[in-house]
């Protein structure tokens, strides 16, 4: 069973950062890629970023150059750094691993 804990939300403005973390257990390479997601509201879940094996990176081309995701596998955490943020960042970031999904997190970018 993969368990998944998202923290690092908050709201920023415009131009600024914030770090998302997942805590995460029970996860092997088996169980598929890693990745974050994000809906904002009214709209449809989007994928953000992805990182399989610990080697290939995918993004979402709204996020390329400004979002990175890496993994510290010692910590057992999966990190999503996001700069220059933007208004319509605003969403809820969910961790996922494979089918396994977190509860979220809220990211809120003022302008």
């Known amino acids: 069973q993969v368990q998944l804990v998202e923290s690092g939300g908050g709201s920023v403005q415009a131009g600024g950062s914030l770090r998302l973390s997942c805590a995460h257990s029970?996860?092997?390479?088996?169980?598929?890629?890693m990745s974050w997601f994000r809906q904002a509201p009214g709209k449809e879940r989007e994928h953000v970023a992805s990182?399989?094996?610990?080697?290939?990176?995918t993004y979402a081309d709204s996020v390329k150059g400004r979002f990175t995701i890496s993994k510290d596998n010692a910590k057992n955490i999966l990190y999503l750094q996001m700069n220059s943020l933007k208004p319509e960042d605003t969403a809820m970031y969910y961790c996922?691993?494979?089918?396994?999904w977190g509860q979220g997190t809220q990211v809120t970018v003022s302008s």
């Open positions: 996922t691993a494979g089918l396994y």
């Open positions: 029970g996860y092997t390479y088996s169980t598929g890629a």
């Open positions: 990182l399989y094996r610990d080697r290939i990176t």
